[in-house]
């Protein structure tokens, strides 16, 4: 019978040593909290390294379209000093501009073209349903027309 008393001693023991439901509480915010925090502090150094890459991606973006630019001016007047001895040097500039121009104006048509299927990717589906709704109105006229006479 001792061994009872002892057990029901230790088991006593156990749970004066165990922590009680507040402590326990305690602990898991306090673990969450500093999970959260790691999660917060990963998260910050991930966006500044994303954000390192976006800015040299800009800056060789930048250059790039700055080499473009100087590459089709030395293109443009290439091409004017070619012409000069075909078409003397006004004729060589109007060429070369005329050129220009229609090159400028299929690029801005090409363009314009995609505007539209972007608008359409954006639009909802309330256009499609109004389209639909349009080539029946003269049933749907009907049928409301036959609702109100009847009434």
Request: aromatic share 6%.
């Amino acid at each position: 019978m001792p061994d009872h008393g002892n057990a029901a001693s230790t088991a006593y023991g156990d749970d004066m040593n165990r922590p009680g439901m507040i402590e326990q509480l305690n602990g898991l915010y306090q673990d969450g909290r500093s999970l959260v925090d790691a999660e917060i502090g990963f998260q910050r150094a991930r966006l500044s390294a994303a954000g390192r890459q976006v800015r040299v991606m800009a800056a060789l973006a930048f250059v790039g379209l700055v080499l473009l630019s100087c590459a089709l001016i030395a293109l443009t007047v290439g091409t004017m000093i070619s012409l000069m001895a075909l078409l003397g040097p006004w004729g060589a500039m109007g060429a070369t501009v005329a050129g220009s121009l229609i090159l400028a104006a299929i690029c801005f048509w090409l363009a314009a073209g995609r505007i539209g299927k972007v608008t359409a990717l954006f639009a909802s589906d309330a256009p499609a349903e109004g389209e639909a709704s349009t080539g029946s109105t003269s049933a749907g006229d009907t049928k409301a027309g036959d609702v109100k006479a009847g009434t």
